[in-house]
Every structure is written in C-alpha cells, then in structure tokens.
Nanobody, 114 residues
Framework: QVQLVESGGGLVQPGGSLRLSCTAS????????MDWYRQAPGKEREFVAM???????NYSDSVKGRFTISRDNAKNTVYLQMNSLKPEDTAVYYC????????WGQGTQVTVSS
C-alpha cells in the first residue's frame, strides 16, 4: 500500500523560510514524477511544483524564484525549499505521485504570519 507522509510545516514570519519533506512508502518511486500541491482555507487545491525522474522541474508562477523542489530517490523523498515566504503562501501542503494520483498524505500546515 502506497503511503505519503509530509512534514516540515510550521509558523513562520513573512520573508522566512521552511523546508518541507514528503516520504513515500510501499514501493520504489524513482521513476515517477513527484508534485507538491497546496490548499488554502476556502480554496481549491492548487499545483505548486513538480520534479521528474530526471530532476526536470517546473513551478507555478506564484512561487517561481522563491521555491525549489528536489528529490532523493534513494530515500523515496521529495523536498520543497520555500524562501521569501508570503502570507498568501499559507496553506496545507501535500505531495503527490503521478503514478498514484489518488494517493494523498495528511499534508503539512504552513502558516506565514507576523
């Protein structure tokens, strides 16, 4: 059974940084694209960033230049380094595997506030 566990969220001031992690279990996922999504209160879940098996990356316009996605295939883990955080980045952050699109973790809460 494939499971995803996100961690690393918290409360941070505007301009601060956080590093999120998501570890997948139940298989080996080095060949699949991995994504980060987020969902703010009252809003739909939205795409944040992706990384392919060859580490090609893409980002939503709202985070481009501030967030960096990376992966460690040996650890089945994807990371999201978030810098220059803004209040509008406040959301629950989720990772997802393209090969298991219906599998979601519990998410990790990121709150950006002074």
């Amino acid at each position: 059974q494939v499971q995803l566990v996100e961690s690393g969220g918290g409360l941070v001031q505007p301009g601060g940084s956080l590093r999120l992690s998501c570890t997948a279990s139940g298989g080996f996922f080095g060949s699949t694209t991995m994504d980060w999504y987020r969902q703010a209160p009252g809003k739909e879940r939205e795409f944040v960033a992706m990384i392919t098996r060859t580490s090609w990356t893409n980002y939503s316009d709202s985070v481009k230049g501030r967030f960096t996605i990376s992966r460690d295939n040996a650890k089945n883990t994807v990371y999201l380094q978030m810098n220059s955080l803004k209040p509008e980045d406040t959301a629950v952050y989720y990772c997802n595997l393209r090969s298991y699109p219906d599998v979601w973790g519990q998410g990790t809460q990121v709150t950006v506030s002074s």
